[in-house]
């Protein structure tokens, strides 16, 4: 019974250490998809940015 107790603390300990492992990673995969998501909304912000410049320039060439 000393060495099944002893090998379910070694496995309990075990599932621990890996639990904490994936939180860390699960961590920094939100971190990365955090960035990720902000990086995504600045490119669309440009990109209307860019679409109100280019109906402005074409407005302007069809006025001129």
Known sequence: AG???RKFDTNTER???YNARLERQRERLLASYARI???IAKI???QTYLNTLS???AS???TS
């Open 15 to 17: 599932i621990a250490t």
């Open 60 to 62: 302007y060439g069809r």
């Open 3 to 5: 060495a099944l107790t």
């Open 37 to 39: 998501e902000t990086t």
């Open 44 to 46: 669309q912000a440009n």
């Open 55 to 57: 109906n402005i320039a």
